[in-house]
C-alpha cells in the first residue's frame, strides 16, 4: 500500500509539472530561429499557439495536420483546400508517411510545395526495414513531395522487440546518414504499441523527436506505457514529442459520449507534449480545432486523473486490443 501510495504521489508531481510546462510553454506566434543550415529555409512562424520543439531550436504550433487515412477520405482537390487553409490558419507542421494511400498522401502534398514549401514543416515517415532500401524509400518520398529535403523523418511505427532489433541492424545508421547528408533536418521515430521498447530506442540512440501515442487510454503502466514509461524520458532527454492517436482513430470519440473531440485534444496537450498531430475528415474538424488551440488552457491535475479514471476498464482496453491490430499503413 505504501508503494502504491508513492506512485500516485510521483504521478500527481508528474502532471502538475506537465500541466504548468503545458501552459508555460503555449505563447502565441513567435517563430524561431536558431542553429539552421544554409541548406534549410528559415522555420516558419505561426500565428497559433507554439513549443518548443525539444532541442531542436524550432517552435511549432499545438496542432499539426494529420495527412494520413482522414485527410485521404477527401476527393484530391477538397484535401488540398482544407489543407491550404489549416497552413493559412497557422497549422505550419505537416505530417504525412511513405506509405500512407500508397504514396498518394505525399503526392498529395507535393502539389502545394512549389508555393508552400517555405511557409511549412514537412514529416514523412520511413517503415523500411531494410537498410538497402530505406535510403531509396525516402528518396521516393522526396520526389513526391516534391522537396530537397523533409524537415522530419522518422523511423515509422516502432513496434515490439523484434522490431527494435530489426531496425537496430542498420535502419537506425540510414536514418542517421539521412540527416548528416541534409535529407532531413531532424530524425526521429513514431511507436504505436510498446512504450518500454520505444524508451528503450530512446536511450540509445539520440534522435530529435518521437511521434506515439497519448490519449486518455493510453496512461496506464499496463497498456502501451507512453505516458507512463516514455513520456518522462522524452521529456528529460528534451526532445520534441507530438501525442498521436489523440482521438482514438474512432475507437474513442463518437464511441464514448464523455470523451468529445475537445477533450480528448485538451487531454493530449495537457501532457508535456509539444503537439498532437490530427487527422480532420472534415473541414469544420480543423475549425473547431483551431478555435480549441487558440482558447487552449491545460486540464488541472485532478482533471486529468478524473478522465483517467472514466477511460480505465472497457475504453482502455479496447483501444489497447485495437492498438495491437492496428498497422498504420493508412
Request: aromatic share 8%; net charge neutral; charged share 25%.
Amino acid at each position: 500500500m505504501q508503494d502504491q501510495n508513492k506512485d500516485a504521489i510521483n504521478r500527481r508531481q508528474f502532471l502538475a509539472r506537465g500541466a504548468a510546462a503545458a501552459a508555460a510553454a503555449s505563447l502565441s506566434g513567435a517563430g524561431l530561429f536558431a542553429g539552421q543550415s544554409g541548406k534549410f529555409h528559415p522555420i516558419p512562424g505561426s500565428s497559433l499557439p507554439t513549443r518548443a520543439y525539444g532541442r531542436t531550436g524550432a517552435r511549432i504550433p499545438l496542432l499539426t495536420f494529420g495527412s494520413g487515412s482522414r485527410w485521404l477520405m477527401y476527393e484530391e482537390q477538397a484535401g488540398l483546400k482544407v489543407m491550404s487553409e489549416a497552413i493559412d490558419s497557422g497549422v505550419i507542421f505537416l505530417d504525412t508517411a511513405h506509405n500512407y494511400g500508397n504514396g498518394e498522401s505525399e503526392s498529395r502534398i507535393g502539389q502545394l510545395m512549389p508555393e508552400r514549401r517555405k511557409q511549412v514543416l514537412v514529416q514523412t515517415k520511413i517503415a523500411e526495414r531494410d537498410p538497402s532500401r530505406f535510403r531509396a524509400s525516402l528518396e521516393t518520398s522526396l520526389k513526391r513531395l516534391r522537396c530537397d529535403y523533409v524537415d522530419m523523418c522518422l523511423i515509422h511505427s516502432l513496434e515490439q522487440a523484434d522490431d527494435l532489433e530489426r531496425v537496430e541492424q542498420g535502419v537506425v545508421d540510414e536514418l542517421f546518414r539521412a540527416k548528416q547528408e541534409g535529407l532531413a533536418r531532424w530524425v526521429g521515430v513514431s511507436s504505436h504499441t510498446s512504450g518500454p521498447v520505444l524508451a528503450r530506442f530512446i536511450t540509445r540512440h539520440p534522435v530529435d523527436a518521437i511521434q506515439c501515442g497519448l490519449n486518455v487510454a493510453t496512461n496506464g503502466p499496463y497498456d502501451m506505457g507512453f505516458e507512463e514509461q516514455v513520456l518522462p524520458l522524452a521529456v528529460e532527454k528534451g526532445l520534441g514529442i507530438t501525442a498521436m492517436k489523440v482521438m482514438g482513430q474512432d475507437n474513442i470519440v463518437g464511441k464514448y459520449p464523455e470523451f468529445d473531440a475537445a477533450t480528448c485534444l485538451r487531454y493530449s496537450l495537457s501532457l508535456p507534449v509539444t503537439a498532437a498531430t490530427v487527422g480532420m475528415p472534415r473541414p469544420e474538424h480543423l475549425r473547431q480545432n483551431l478555435e480549441l488551440v487558440r482558447k487552449f488552457k491545460p486540464f488541472s491535475p485532478d482533471q486529468m486523473q478524473a478522465l483517467k479514471a472514466k477511460a480505465q476498464g472497457e475504453i482502455q482496453t479496447s483501444f489497447r486490443e485495437f492498438m495491437h491490430r492496428h498497422h498504420d499503413w493508412a
